[in-house]
């Protein structure tokens, strides 16, 4: 799909020179004199390589076209993880540089987001939260409860957690997958 310069943000996806680039970072420069200019760095989403590359504002580029499915998680075999289409039963197979940071919270039956473009899979979001079932901590210490200090801890997936000194070990409890911290107890 073919778009205007001006128009590309950080986090578009662009097909420059064969290759699909997801766009990082753009600055637009507006000289005194002459046409307004964007500045766009970009990375290569397979390779990882970076590329800095400049249009007028009114030229067009590229924008891939990107399909997002729900998917869930079935099973890992070293670093290919597969997920399955919850409509047509589809299996796609993923590598784990799609998935990223999020990868020690993905769990067996989860339903995550699939981005896929012309059927080959790009990234891979998780829920913004998962359960947890803390394994390892420091014992609760009379009378600590009331103060706002936070313990380290252990999860079931052997990621460190900082959490609040009544929780113990073998407690269920909520946790962001963006950045792997404490959310809350789990009432479930």
């Known amino acids: 799909m073919k778009v205007n310069a001006i128009t590309i943000r950080p986090g578009n ?12 970072k753009i600055d637009l420069i507006q000289p005194g004199k002459g046409n307004a200019v964007i500045q766009v760095e970009m990375k ?4 990882g390589t970076k590329t800095n590359n400049r ?28 997920f399955m289409d919850q409509e047509s039963f589809e ?24 981005t896929l473009h012309e059927g080959t899979p790009l990234s891979v979001e998780l829920p913004g939260q998962v359960v947890m079932e803390v ?14 200090s936070y313990k380290p801890g252990v999860l079931e997936n052997g990621s460190k957690v900082m959490i609040p000194p009544h929780i113990e070990a073998g407690t269920k409890v909520v946790v962001s997958t963006q950045d792997g911290s404490y959310v809350e107890r789990y009432k479930g």
């Open 13 to 24: 996806v662009l097909e420059y020179e064969n290759k699909l680039m997801v766009v990082t």
């Open 55 to 82: 249009w007028r504002t009114q030229e067009t580029v590229e924008r891939a076209r990107l399909d997002e499915h729900e998917m869930q998680y079935l099973f890992s075999e070293g670093d290919l993880h597969t």
């Open 44 to 47: 290569d989403i397979r390779t």
């Open 135 to 148: 394994v390892e901590c420091e014992p609760v210490v009379k009378g600590q409860t009331a103060s706002s």
């Open 91 to 114: 299996q796609v197979v993923v590598n784990t540089d799609a998935i990223g940071d999020q990868l020690p919270y993905l769990q067996e039956g989860m339903v995550c987001t699939v």
